[in-house]
């Protein structure tokens, strides 16, 4: 009989690529695995059981540390900050317990727009403590390794890197245009970018992910003055993104410079690259340190309209920067792959 696997997440997507494309993936061969989490399922439920978690993003958090404590599981794997208490509640039951760290969460909440200034470093203070008591009785695993910050003692590191083959590299296609791959948020520079493009040559920019109506709507109002042709596909499965990508002119990546992103390395990147097309991204550390010098790479201030102007305008009128890019891919697929073994021995490890 398999192990059984609990993956908890009241607020990410169901179809989240580390979750379910990731970590699920690697697992549910050896696991008997159930999937809790919001909305209708992912898009591929073979293989695992789904249990949707209905009503706000407190009830959805309260069913799932139900699930928790019932422990009907051997394992149980979280990945939301808010699943914390109810985490170190089984822990303290005799739980097995991992919790997958996606986010600076401390940084996250001091610069969060919607909470009250006066609250947000208590609030980043106190998930900072929350962090500290939780590898003291729960398993911890990291997506990127600057988030060892968050932390007293060394805990694995599952980089957000390439799953599966990508597609070939193709031949650009006006129709696809420059991309941007994730989700669409103003912290992810994407009222930047829109402007950015909607001030070169382009005439059109394709934009796969999750977006609200109200930011998509200005989004469109600032295409629509400049004569620019965006198009919105919202979440479109990995396997589908990757392939519109390969044949767009080029990828961007205009993250802003916040604390949550400051270190880390954007996917959307890696995957750019491993199809062969040019990258604009931001000129972040996290960012510079892995591919600042990979060929078919720009990197620009964040935040900079004009800059990332020039920048996409240059990359448009010199054909070497995609011939580079193609150059690249292969030594993109070798070195940056998801780490499917150690996950695997990592979780069998929790095993008693």
Not at 85 to 110: K, S
Not at 165 to 189: F, K, M
Request: glycine share 8%; hydrophobic share 45%; proline share 8%.
């Amino acid at each position: 009989m398999k192990p059984r696997l609990l993956v908890a997440t009241p607020t990410h997507p169901s179809d989240d690529p580390r979750i379910r494309h990731k970590l699920i993936a690697s697992l549910q061969d050896e696991w008997e695995v159930t999937y809790a989490g919001r909305g209708r399922g992912p898009v591929d439920q073979r293989g695992i059981c789904w249990i949707e978690l209905v009503g706000s993003r407190i009830r959805r958090a309260v069913h799932a540390g139900w699930m928790l404590l019932r422990g009907r599981y051997d394992v149980a794997s979280l990945h939301d900050p808010e699943m914390l208490p109810a985490g170190l509640a089984a822990a303290l039951l005799g739980r097995t317990v991992v919790f997958d760290v996606h986010e600076n969460v401390p940084a996250q909440l001091r610069t969060k727009d919607w909470l009250p200034r006066v609250l947000r470093r208590p609030l980043a203070r106190l998930a900072a403590g929350l962090f500290r008591v939780a590898e003291k009785r729960m398993a911890i695993t990291l997506a990127e390794e600057g988030y060892g910050e968050l932390f007293s003692k060394t805990h694995p590191v599952f980089p957000n890197y390439l799953v599966g083959v990508p597609p070939a590299p193709q031949d650009p296609d006006p129709d696809v245009g420059i991309v941007y791959l994730g989700d669409v948020t103003e912290e992810r520079g994407l009222t930047l970018a829109v402007e950015a493009v909607a001030a070169t040559d382009a005439a059109k920019m394709t934009v796969m992910g999750r977006c609200k109506p109200g930011l998509r709507s200005q989004l469109l109002a600032i295409a629509e003055r400049h004569g620019l042709d965006l198009v919105f596909h919202g979440f479109v499965d990995t396997d589908e993104a990757l392939r519109i990508c390969a044949r767009g002119l080029i990828g961007l990546s205009p993250l802003l410079d916040t604390p949550n992103y400051r270190a880390s390395l954007p996917t959307k990147v890696l995957e750019y690259l491993a199809v062969g097309i040019p990258t604009v991204a931001s000129d972040l550390p996290g960012t510079r340190q892995v591919v600042g010098d990979r060929p078919g790479v720009t990197l620009v201030p964040p935040g900079d309209v004009g800059a990332w102007q020039t920048a996409i305008a240059a990359v448009l009128a010199d054909p070497t920067q995609r011939t580079a890019a193609r150059a690249g891919t292969a030594a993109i697929r070798a070195a940056y792959v998801w780490p499917d073994a150690a996950v695997r021995a990592f979780y069998r490890a929790r095993l008693p």
